[in-house]
């Protein structure tokens, strides 16, 4: 099953590579790892999305807490939560048709187009993972140049939340 | 006043207590040489003849006394030499500081002479490490080191020194006390938790209490051996706990695991209360995880929240510190007025009684024959009446030494559990004796093992560590020779030890005695020669048989219950 954890950590040299370590070293996967200081500049907030049975994740939760450099960790499939990925996408528009054809679709998924030229569109969408996997399968028609996704952020709603 | 980092390195091991420290010099940490040397009355540093050794004498020391092992080595090839100790005291929660040198900052990252990234190669095997940027950030780190290293589930530290910090100068300050927001181990076990524990154990009919190198750590003997008693439940101990329980008592039944005994697998895979305290249900514990303890509910006591439920699910788990845990159980028992099944008790001994007859550590010592290595620990056991410092190598025997030294205390049984190093046994030696300078401190090593760090016989001369090295020469890497014979139809890949050195001489070139034992009937009286020349260090060679196996042994993919006796 997959699983967002949300980890708080020391805003230190290596600590991200503790974190990356760990996953490789007891072979846990990684399907997306996001991570930029917090209003706290000490601190690091890390979203890392992982696949496992609820007895890898209890592990990878427990070895996580482990690390030193860890401050807290929050399984999110244990909250309600929400969960938000960013994607850049360049869209080659040199056939007259093209141009007209990417802006409805990125109007219809509320994208922006943040980039153009006479050849290429570049296209700036948030979402969750299911509707930019959406926008990119929409885009199937058209030349597609570059995918730049961020990874997932998730956050838990309501009162809950990860803080020190 | 202001300090160079050189100075300030050595205020820190003053005002942590060190007093003694093992390593190897070289370019990177010469001001951290020039330092000590001139404040050797204050720190003892012990020149070793390899990096490897330096960390395992630590780590025999840190052992031996439960305070934290402290070496120190150089960057580069000093540093990667030191890889084998630290993942071996990873494995084994050993409390240890490591320092290596480093290349100075302005060179770091340009494949400078002697530079390794040491942080990068170490972090999957220790509990935390450091490389020290600013001076004045040395002080506060070394306090943090010592104090991650030696609470919680101890582990090895290292902190990476580039040379130039150790010329900078800054105002010296050790903090008294040092507090991290993301480091706090839990010691006090939950009360709920312990009240259920009570309750199982109180209903348990074949309960066992297993119990591991946790105990050792937490300094917990005392308090396991009163609550076994009261409880009056049988109890195994893996390789590394061996000595918290006195292992004469009649409580006591024996070690469990691959090479354990029939009654404590029997009693483990027959009960239906299994009681881990301060063990963490490894592999060469388990046998099969899939036919591990079928009947039984487990009760986990361990102050590492991740060894709960990673291998075998657990009924009642208690995260704290094995010592406070205990206390907390025993007080809780004494405080009900129910006590532990009787009757089921008794019959559950019966049982236990009746697989302790199939005699499983039986063997046969013809003394007009070969010596049995077996014979050898045994012996060696009655001469020091099971007080001495055993520090062993890695192979078969280690795993004699684990059956037939009965350990009555706990801290006495040094050996490699976790990552299995070969070469461990006679640096940790070094280091035990450093501790204990008047105390029996034995290596138990095979042919194979003692020539993996055979160069710190030298450190021996210097510092005249009386170690007596029981060498169980069979001639082979026995343990590998044991698995071919059982598992790969007796081809013996590399396993056979040609051109072995005369150890005799060899122990005579480096200053010591030297002996060769050829016959059963000689073994008694070379020990006790040995124990006699108490300022000398003896090496004992015993020619024993070469194709002796250890039993009893459970095979690889077998449960509990289906062991090879003989």
Redesign the interface.
């Known amino acids: 099953m997959r699983h967002v954890i949300s980890i708080l950590?020391?805003n230190e040299?290596?600590a991200l590579?503790?974190v990356a370590?760990?996953f490789s070293?007891r072979g846990y996967n990684i399907e997306s790892l996001t991570v930029a200081p917090t209003d706290d500049a000490t601190l690091s907030r890390m979203t890392l999305v992982t696949r496992g049975s609820d007895?890898i994740v209890?592990?990878i939760v427990?070895?996580l807490?482990?690390l030193?450099?860890?401050?807290k960790v929050m399984d999110l499939a244990q909250f309600s939560h929400i969960e938000r990925e960013m994607m850049f996408i360049k869209v080659a528009v040199d056939k007259n048709s093209a141009c007209e054809a990417v802006k409805r679709l990125s109007d219809i998924f509320r994208g922006n187009i943040i980039d153009v030229t006479d050849k290429m569109y570049t296209i700036e969408l948030t979402g969750d993972r299911s509707k930019l996997d959406a926008f990119v399968n929409a885009l199937k028609d058209f030349r597609i140049v570059e995918v730049v996704r961020s990874g997932s952020m998730g956050i838990a709603r309501g009162e809950s939340s990860l803080r020190? | 006043m202001e300090l160079t980092g050189a100075e300030i390195f050595v205020e820190c091991l003053k005002a942590e207590g060190v007093d003694t420290i093992f390593g190897y010099p070289g370019g990177a940490v010469l001001f951290i040489y020039d330092e000590l040397y001139k404040q050797q009355d204050k720190v003892n540093h012990i020149l070793v003849r390899h990096e490897q050794g330096a960390v395992h004498a630590a780590e025999g020391y840190a052992k031996a006394t439960n305070k934290p092992g402290v070496a120190l080595v150089t960057s580069g090839p000093g540093a990667t030499n030191a890889v084998t100790g630290i993942a071996d005291a990873y494995m084994d929660s050993v409390p240890l500081v490591v320092f290596t040198g480093q290349v100075p900052r302005h060179l770091i990252g340009n494949d400078a002479f002697q530079e390794v990234d040491i942080?990068?190669i170490t972090?999957?095997c220790v509990?935390?490490n450091f490389?020290v940027t600013d001076v004045r950030d040395l002080a506060s780190t070394i306090k943090k080191a010592f104090y991650?290293a030696s609470t919680g589930r101890p582990g090895p530290v290292l902190v990476d020194i580039p040379k130039d910090i150790t010329t900078a100068r800054c105002e010296f300050h050790y903090p008294n006390e040092i507090t991290?927001?993301?480091?706090n181990p839990t010691y006090k076990g939950n009360k709920r938790q312990v009240r259920r524990a009570i309750d199982l154990m109180l209903e348990a009919k074949r309960p066992v209490l297993y119990t591991g190198g946790g105990v050792v750590l937490s300094g917990a003997a005392h308090e396991l051996t009163e609550f076994t008693r009261e409880l009056g439940f049988p109890i195994t101990e893996t390789l590394m706990g061996l000595g918290a329980f006195p292992s004469m008592d009649k409580q006591f039944v024996g070690m469990l695991g691959m090479h354990g005994t029939y009654e404590a697998n029997n009693a483990m895979h027959h009960a239906d209360l299994v009681i881990a305290i301060g063990a963490r249900f490894d592999d060469r514990v388990t046998g099969n995880i899939e036919k591990f303890c079928p009947y039984a509910k487990i009760i986990h006591v361990d102050i590492?929240?991740?060894s709960?439920?990673?291998n075998v699910?657990v009924d009642v788990p208690i995260v704290g510190d094995v010592k406070h845990v205990i206390i907390d159980l025993l007080e809780e028992l004494r405080s009900r007025e129910e006590r532990p099944d009787a009757s089921a008790l008794a019959d559950w001994w019966k049982q236990i009684g009746e697989w302790r007859k199939a005699d499983c550590l039986k063997y046969n010592q013809d003394m007009n024959a070969e010596i049995r290595a077996q014979f050898v620990i045994e012996k060696f056991w009655e001469l020091t009446s099971g007080d001495a410092y055993i520090c062993s190598d890695v192979g078969q025997h280690q795993m004699w030494a684990a059956q037939y030294y009965r350990f009555n205390k706990p801290n006495r049984w040094i050996n490699s559990g976790g990552l299995g190093t070969m070469g461990f046994g006679l640096p940790a030696a070094m280091g035990v004796q450093m501790a204990f300078p008047e105390e029996t401190v034995a290596c138990v090593t095979g042919d194979g093992s003692i020539q993996m760090c055979i160069q710190e016989l030298a450190t021996c001369t210097q510092y005249h560590l009386p170690i007596k090295i029981l060498c169980l020469n069979n001639g082979y890497l026995g343990m590998v020779r044991q698995w071919q014979e059982f598992f790969y139809q007796k081809r013996y890949a590399s396993s056979y030890m040609d051109a072995l050195p005369d150890f005799v001489k060899l122990a005579e070139a480096y200053g010591h005695v030297g002996m060769r034992i050829e016959k059963p009937s000689d073994v008694e009286g070379a020990l006790k020669e040995s124990l006699i020349m108490k300022d000398r260090l003896v090496f004992m060679d015993f020619i024993t048989m070469q194709e002796n196996n250890v039993y009893p042994m459970v095979p690889a993919g077998a449960g509990h219950n289906e062991m090879i006796l003989v």
């Open positions: 950590m020391e040299a290596g590579s503790r370590g760990l070293a007895e209890e592990q427990k070895q807490h482990k030193i450099d860890v401050v020190v | 942080v990068g972090r999957p509990k935390h490389l991650i991290m927001r993301s480091y590492d929240p991740a709960i439920s990673k699910k």
